[in-house]
């Protein structure tokens, strides 16, 4: 046997063994003899406090909880501690097996549930480049402490005169406004949770000041210094990777959630390793489904068989019933009617399954893009955007439709094209920033109007429904507006300049409040809130449309015969392109050069 320790106690128990603390008898603490004054000075008078407090302590020594990783190997059974509270033992062929230390029995104990272990990050890199969740692993064994001694049993106040509804009510607004003494039958005591806090600070330190180069806080140590414990949690990562985790269920594990896979997920799923494996071998790409699945069901010989998840002419499947469910899951998984969804979604990228599965797990919503019967390959991020906003716009209202087939038909194909002739790059920014790819937009459309009027019909492209749905909104808006300004005149303004081109980009001047009112609703920003002052002659505004069909809207303010740049946005208050902001300062300057020349007129068809 070989026995490996962690340098990251340093000499923090042999500190702590020379401190006075109590002895335990029978479970209880024997306080050493300190004086009332003390006492009442340390813990507001309380001396439950004190006890438990001590008691809590002489575990922290006995068991030397802050030696964050201690590794055996015996006979090829690797055995990993953490902080001489939680054990993993892994067997040579992949079993895993979890104990934890019940300090007030003082006894190891085989357990399954592992809800008050510690978090440990394993998985992305970026998230244990940083090694201070060290603090979170010795917090939570100083909790594990005190529950042992007894914390959980301490009233909130030790000494209340009387126990009324309220007086009960007087303490707790005492509480709340920091403890006035006027009020309370008995001073302000300290709570349990202060106490805890106490030693919490003692032991893991606390904030400092604020460093100015980082923008971040110091840390100011307490007995425990970062840089040792620092060292023990580098120990713990390490020891993790060499000792405990096996390749294979790690990997699936990363197909299953690549962007977060903490240890007490992997030692959890561990379990049921057999199940796991299976499914990694014979249908890698369904991975993604296993989460919302009770992990006894993972070994299955039928888990993905067709029986299970198409119900055909019968009520209801094994997949429609609670043992099929996992407990931790917040959606459940439904049967598919007919078998288009399923044989599609089996055979889809396990990154499309995944984001099914996290999005409510709709059957009709994966029919409707099994029976679009797109030929033409389509980017997995353009599936990702179609069923998070199908979700998001409640598709699944609309059950198995042909009309919702032709409309993500005509969506996957723009995509596929825009990925053909652009890139990947092109696709992610048109459906990350450009309103032409708005699912939500285009619904309001086809169900105002498109879909009492056919579309989207057989000659339709996803183009052509953008401009039905842009014209439809443009009537909106204008209609919404003019209601706005029932009996009132409709605002115009004059421009001195009309339309100029600078440096192959237009600008468009808006001259009545309708045009501030489209621009305002295509653009998405608040533009059109300024057609008053446009009106006094106090701000124009241009529409801006660059060579590639990028546009933005410019706004400046007039003083006297000074112009003054206000605004350029692109849509949603967007940034701008480089060239748009250098011709935006030139419109804005040439503006200026007009208001100040004795002859307007000459330099009005000029710019």
């Known amino acids: 046997m070989t026995l490996k320790e962690s340098s990251s106690v340093t000499n923090v128990h042999n ?108 998985w992305p890199i970026k998230r244990t480049q940083s090694l201070d969740w060290w603090r979170s692993v010795v917090k939570q064994a100083i909790w594990k402490a005190l529950a042992a001694a007894g914390y959980h ?76 414990m620092e060292a023990g949690a580098r120990a713990l990562r390490a020891a993790i990777f060499q000792h405990i985790i096996e390749k294979e269920v790690f990997s699936a594990m990363l197909v299953m959630d690549y962007r977060n896979v903490p240890f007490l997920r992997y030692l959890a799923y561990a379990k049921y390793r057999l199940g796991l494996l299976k499914v990694a071998q014979e249908r890698r790409n369904l991975l993604p489904l296993l989460p919302g699945i009770n992990p006894e069901q993972w070994d299955r010989p039928d888990l993905f068989a067709k029986k299970l998840w198409i119900k055909g002419t019968r009520k209801t499947t094994l997949v429609d019933r609670s043992p099929f469910w996992s407990k931790d899951s917040t959606s459940r998984y439904a049967s598919f009617d007919n078998g288009t969804g399923y044989r599609w979604l089996s055979k889809a990228s396990p990154v499309v399954v995944k984001e099914w599965a996290n ?18 390959r389509v980017p997995v991020i353009a599936y990702q955007y179609l069923l998070r906003s199908s979700e998001r716009n409640n598709f699944p209202i609309y059950g198995i439709s042909p009309r919702i087939q032709s409309l993500y038909k005509l969506f996957l194909m723009n995509c596929s094209k825009l990925w053909e002739t652009k890139g990947f790059v092109a696709v992610k920014q048109w459906l990350k920033a450009d309103m032409q790819s708005n699912i939500s937009t285009m619904m309001d459309y086809l169900n105002a109007e498109g879909f009492d009027e056919g579309y989207p019909d057989k000659q339709a492209t996803w183009q052509s429904l953008v401009r039905r749905s842009d014209d439809w909104h443009a009537r909106v808006s204008i209609a919404n507006m003019e209601r706005a300004l029932a009996g009132q005149k409709l605002l115009e303004w004059d421009s001195l300049l009309t339309q100029a081109i600078i440096d192959e980009i237009i600008f468009t001047p808006l001259r009545t409040s309708r045009d501030m009112a489209i621009e305002g609703y295509e653009m998405h920003h608040c533009i059109g809130e300024y057609s008053n002052e446009c009106h006094l002659g106090k701000y124009r505004a241009f529409s801006v449309v660059e060579p590639d069909g990028s546009r933005s809207t410019l706004g400046f303010m007039i003083k006297g015969k000074k112009t003054l740049r206000d605004q350029h946005m692109s849509k949603y208050n967007g940034a701008i392109s480089d060239a748009a902001k250098a011709a935006g300062f030139k419109l804005i300057e040439l503006y200026q050069q007009v208001l100040k020349s004795k002859n307007n007129k000459r330099l009005l068809h000029t710019a």
């Open 15 to 122: 500190h702590f063994s020379s401190c006075d603390f109590g002895v335990v008898a029978d479970g209880m603490v024997v306080a050493a003899k300190t004086g009332k004054k003390a006492r009442r000075k340390s813990f507001g008078g309380r001396d439950d406090l004190l006890n438990v407090y001590r008691l809590a302590k002489n575990f922290i020594i006995k068991h030397k909880i802050f030696r964050i990783c201690q590794v055996v190997e015996n006979q090829d059974v690797k055995q990993l501690t953490i902080c001489n509270l939680w054990r993993v033992e892994r067997f040579p062929d992949g079993r895993i097996k979890t104990y934890e230390f019940f300090m007030d029995r003082e006894i190891w104990s085989e357990v399954s549930e592992l809800k008050h272990w510690p978090e440990v990050p394993i």
């Open 153 to 228: 049993v301490l009233p909130l106040y030790q000494h209340i005169v009387k126990k009324s509804a309220r007086h009960k009510r007087i303490l707790m607004s005492i509480d709340k406004t920091a403890g006035s003494k006027t009020l309370l039958p008995c001073k302000p005591e300290m709570t349990p949770q202060q106490m805890a806090d106490r030693m919490m600070v003692r032991y893991l330190g606390k904030e400092g000041e604020l460093d100015r180069e980082t923008v971040r806080y110091r840390w100011k140590d307490g007995l425990l210094t970062s840089a040792s």
């Open 359 to 376: 999005c409510g797990k709709s059957t009709s919503i994966i029919t409707n893009i099994a029976l679009a019967n797109v030929n033409m």
